[in-house]
């Protein structure tokens, strides 16, 4: 069997050389101006760490750790959020792959010549790396591998309208599959995981790292597909690129008092007339805290890009560069005005012409322990949410198991 790597060691207490102690100080140092930098306003120009950490996309090595704890020890709601991805078609170890060189998608799937496959394979091998974590049974490790494989040496491209969205979606999974099992299991050779880094790096990078201006859901899932992938390729200029993104797109996505009269546009949007905003915003003319420009459209796209930003600070700040001091009050606001009508509050007749589409779906964990269990922000309207929708699933298309992987976990 093969042993599992980045095993906890135990190791006892020791007095810090002075030598030591310098050394520290002056990391802390460095720390303290790093964070300085990260606040809005301050150089912001490079993202990217020195070195990437491993396991690092979405859910660190430590939060795995606290996940499987939680899980043996039978403990609420890590347990219930366990059974449920286990007795999920995605944790299944009879599962066939389907890959295929050209994944075709039309807008609302019409055509789907490979897109459902791919995004649930891709969710599959994430759910399995995860099984195989929690269990360390090898059987598990090896079927994500075998998925990932699979496609690794057929696909080739993503082709008609919703081929950028579909990249974002199933790039988005993939990393945070080959992450865990890549950094903590022995199983994979490297030939296959070179040939994985390859599929990454010519059938998904391309298609997402320049980004979109079409609803901004689009651009958040294909930087947060283009931050995974830089991750697990260690492309410093990538992630650097992505982020840069997602810096512009989070303030065009989710609407603040501080922006003044109307919301802040991307760059390159080319909205640049209040009739064009209002038009862009689903014809919203009054704009509030927590808005979003597709919180009139429907809640379900709106959760698309929320958990998308959610997703992205969380790796930021795995890999040591925290976009939550830029990020999280635009967050924490749109978590909870999305959240307070998703609870059922009816909606004044200025709002979306007073009628809601709802079905925000299980996005707000990951952002939720962010902001309010890790940084101690009250978000009464997004507790009460989560924590009666517990555990969380999947949307079937990139988010899955998060109440497993996030729920209070101080990781």
Known sequence: MPLKTHVPVRRRHRRTPRTALFATTAAALTALVAGFLSWPGASTADAAPATFVHPGVTVSQGQLDFARDKVNAGAQPWKGAYDQMMASKYASLSR??????????????????????????????????????????????????????????????????????????????????????????????????DRFKTMLRTAYLPKVINGSHSNGNWELSMMEAAVGISVFLEDRTSYDKA?????????????????????????????????????????????????????????????????????????????GQDLYPQVGERLRQALGFQAKYELGEAPPSWLCGGTLHRGLGPVTEV?????????????????????????????????????????????
């Open 96 to 193: 066939t792959p389907k890959p295929r060189a050209i994944v075709e998608c039309g807008s609302y799937s019409n055509p789907n010549n490979g897109c459902t496959d791919e995004r649930e394979d891709a969710i599959a091998a994430y759910t399995l790396a995860l099984a195989w974590y929690v269990t360390e049974d090898t059987r598990y490790a090896q079927k994500s591998i075998e998925i990932m494989d699979a496609w690794s040496a057929v696909i080739k491209d993503h082709t008609n309208s919703n081929g950028p969205l579909q990249t974002g979606w199933a790039g988005s999974s993939w990393p945070k599959a080959a992450e865990i099992i890549r950094y903590t299991s022995t199983s994979w050779p490297q030939a296959r995981v």
């Open 243 to 319: 982020v840069a993104k997602f810096r512009g797109r989070v303030p065009a996505f989710i609407y603040l008092s501080s922006d003044g009269s109307q919301p802040k546009t991307a760059p390159g949007s080319g909205l640049d007339t209040r009739a064009k905003v209002v038009k862009y915003w689903q014809n919203q003319s009054t704009f509030v805290d927590g808005l979003t420009q597709e919180t009139c459209r429907d809640f379900t796209h709106t959760g698309y890009g929320l958990s998308a930003i959610s997703h992205i600070a969380e790796t930021s700040r795995i890999q």
């Open 367 to 411: 952002g939720y322990n962010a902001l309010h269990n890790r940084l101690g922000h009250t978000m009464t309207n997004t507790q009460t949410l989560t924590e009666s929708r517990r555990p969380a699933g999947s949307n079937n298309l990139f988010v899955a198991w998060e109440t497993l992987t996030h729920a209070n976990n101080p990781g």
